[in-house]
């Protein structure tokens, strides 16, 4: 269901829904906002694995309410055992669009096919540092970069009448101390660079919100009525519900609920008998829980009533053949290759017959953290059993872990080509989770941004012994490579790939497919250059700049810019323009593929604030286009930029406001001047 077709059906469903409300108990109504699945009941039926199955709430069998039955995401479905798509971060890469709406239709076809009909999975949290622990679980550091991905993924899986819920709302950027972390930021910052993504998904049309557990200016996010009900709801017109996130979102009845938290999740603790209490104290008005009920049954309604374009979900679909194609296509559209010294890539089939693969993670089913984004495909394509599925057995694949480096040198000395499988798991980031009552924990923020120390011994040892050889980086974000980039030829950023992840790492090593994916972030050649990151701290405060916006206004040269990505064919643009047409600048390009394999290049239009009277970036991102160029191939990129986006946030009016000046405009393949060819507009 997209954003047309739920306005034009909001005013009937609204009538319908308070209708149904009226004819409700009042406990009838709270119970309509809780939960219905604990920990404990997680332990004792599903042996302690989360979301196994769909997880309900709400509901009201006598009125003829469906429950929400919840899935969460988003490198695919939770429950049962369905398609693995690469991470977010991964599939942010590929900056594209179209793509990530097919991950959406396919994410909620399996969805419907285990009987859900609410998926967790939109997760827009701006990676301000790349050691946040969930990083790859969103799109990257740039907020419009973030909200076009996201909105995608929306309407991806409201396509097929599943309820979309973005989170965690908002300014969740840690992960070790995210229950207690309080975060500030001026208004500013808060309305011009954390908060642009919620509000592009929620104009995509998104169903539902889900509330951070961190505090924003002293107060849990649940528990916020100025980012729940005085910007959500009142400000943007949010029509849809908010709920808590799970277990330890809502800490007290009153000020969740008073505040607009709609639902809480995933079972009911302090809603339910205390909510229903606090009522009948006048602590909490009955109209409150008469809103939230409404726009709970609101939403249900016009998604579970609509018309399905399939009209059946078989039981098939959850990792049919189709979907797996799809995680395949991701995974070798969003790979980015670094560094490609002397053409090393891709290896020649011809004159390889043997391959040393050497690292930990060359043989390991790495698809990502095992918090709740853990998806539990059939099987996982490891970067060895890719290597021998692409290569067939006419290659000899020399495998080891790299643990001895004698032997791994001795590998690498009888080898044709080296590919090195470097960097994290779960172990090392990803949500922050505790078992046997603490005694192992995983995930949580990175302490470093370099690779492990045995990693970069294995590169010092072994490079030296072959010069055909790559690197294969696997990680959530950034990894910095400065200490032993230079030891070998060719790198790649991999991510976490999917479940057919092996096979796009050795489609790509070996020229089946030509990467085409852009860095979502930015690498720095120094940790320092970025914001200060303490993974323990309890208090934080943000300004505007992170990412590329910060090191361009410092100064700071990047190891690899933001967009950066290089092909095994080459690109020329040539002929920009920029005009102002209307309510839209119009930024194009001619685009050539000057080499002799066809390719994919990722077209950005960036605006600058050169001649700004307040403070601002130097330029922003605001439009991208991926095309497809066969050799020779010449296409004219024409990317618009509504001016609404060009404005800046008054705090001192609580109003967006436009400068009427001269614009620095820049088009091209990177956020880095050399990639970008220069114009200028006027308003």
């Known amino acids: ?199 592009e998904c929620l104009d995509a049309g998104a169903a539902s919100v889900m509330g951070a557990y961190n505090k924003f200016r002293g107060v849990h996010c649940c528990h916020s009525a100025y980012l729940l009900r005085t910007i959500l709801k009142e400000e943007w017109g949010f029509y849809g519900f908010v709920i808590s996130d799970f277990f330890w979102g809502v800490r007290d009845t009153v000020e969740a609920a008073n505040a607009g938290c709609d639902v809480e999740m995933a079972h009911t603790k302090y809603y339910g008998k205390r909510l229903v209490r606090a009522v009948r104290r006048g602590d909490v008005p009955e109209a409150v829980v008469d809103e939230a009920a409404r726009r709970i049954v609101r939403t249900i309604l016009m998604f579970t009533e609509a018309a399905d374009p399939l009209g059946d979900y078989p039981e098939s679909l959850p990792a049919c053949e189709e979907h797996i194609r799809l995680a395949l296509e991701v995974a070798e559209k969003s790979i980015v290759l670094l560094k490609n010294e002397a053409g090393t890539l891709p290896f020649d089939r011809d004159q390889v017959k043997r391959v040393a693969l050497l690292g930990r993670l060359g043989d390991f089913a790495n698809i990502g953290d095992h918090g709740s984004s853990r998806v539990f495909p059939p099987y996982v394509v490891t970067p060895l059993e890719g290597l021998r599925k692409v290569l067939g057995p006419s290659v000899e694949i020399l495998y080891s872990e790299g643990k001895d480096l004698e032997e791994a040198r001795r590998i690498a000395s009888r080898a044709d080509a080296i590919v090195f499988v470097v960097g994290y798991d779960h172990r090392d980031e990803g949500e922050y989770v505790e078992f046997l009552g603490g005694l192992i924990k995983v995930g949580g923020d990175r302490d470093d941004l370099r690779l492990h120390k045995g990693d970069v011994d294995l590169i010092r040892a072994v490079a030296p012994a072959n010069s055909n050889a ?7 974000s950034a990894i910095v490579v400065e200490e032993w980039k230079d030891l070998v030829p060719a790198i790649l950023h991999a991510f976490y790939p999917g479940m057919e992840g092996g096979t796009a790492i050795a489609r790509v090593l070996f020229g089946e497919v030509n990467p085409g994916g852009k860095l979502p972030f930015t690498i720095p050649a120094d940790p320092a250059h970025l914001p200060e990151f303490d993974k323990y701290a309890t208090r934080v405060e943000y300004d505007l700049y992170h990412g590329y916006t910060k090191l361009e206004r410092e100064g700071h040269v990047p190891a690899f810019p933001f967009g950066f990505g290089l092909s095994y064919t080459t690109f020329r643009q040539a002929n920009a323009s920029f005009e102002v047409d209307g309510d839209q600048v119009m930024a194009s390009v001619d685009v050539t593929n000057t080499g002799k394999r066809v390719g994919d290049q990722v077209v950005q239009f960036y605006v600058g604030f050169e001649n700004s009277a307040v403070d601002r970036p130097k330029k922003l991102l605001r439009g991208f286009q991926r095309v497809t160029l066969q050799p020779g191939e010449t296409k004219r990129v024409v990317i618009s930029c509504p001016i609404e986006r060009l404005r800046w946030y008054n705090p001192e009016t609580s109003s967006w406001e436009l400068e009427r000046m001269e614009y620095q405009a820049y088009i091209g393949f990177s956020s880095d001047e050399k990639d970008l060819l220069r114009g200028a507009f006027s308003l």
Do not use: W
Not at 71 to 78: A, S
Not at 158 to 168: D, E, L, S, W
Not at 470 to 476: C, M, N, P, R, W
């Open 1 to 199: 269901m997209n954003r047309n077709e739920i306005a034009n059906r909001l005013a009937e469903y609204d009538r319908r829904a308070g209708e149904l409300v009226a004819r409700m108990s009042l406990e009838e109504k709270v119970d309509l906002m809780g939960g219905r699945r604990s920990l404990l009941s997680i332990q004792l039926r599903d042996g302690g694995r989360y979301n196994k199955v769909p997880y309900p709430a709400g509901g009201n069998e006598r009125l003829g309410i469906p429950p929400l039955l919840f899935c969460d995401g988003p490198r695919g479905m939770v429950p049962n055992h369905g398609t693995c798509f690469p991470v977010s971060m991964q599939r942010g890469a590929s900056f594209d669009v179209e793509l990530e709406e097919r991950v959406g239709e396919a994410i909620a076809k399996e969805i419907r096919a285990v009987g859900g009909n609410y998926f967790g999975g939109v997760c827009i949290n701006l990676l301000r540092h790349p050691a946040g622990g969930r990083a790859q679980e969103t799109y990257g550091e740039d907020p419009f970069h973030v909200g076009q991905m996201g909105a995608a993924l929306v309407r991806g899986v409201q396509k097929h009448n599943v309820m979309a819920c973005v989170k965690h709302y908002a300014l969740n950027n840690q992960e070790t101390t995210r229950f207690k972390v309080d975060v500030t930021c001026d208004e500013r910052t808060l309305r011009e660079v954390y908060l642009p993504h919620f509000k």
């Open 470 to 476: 790559a690197v294969v980086l696997i990680g959530g």
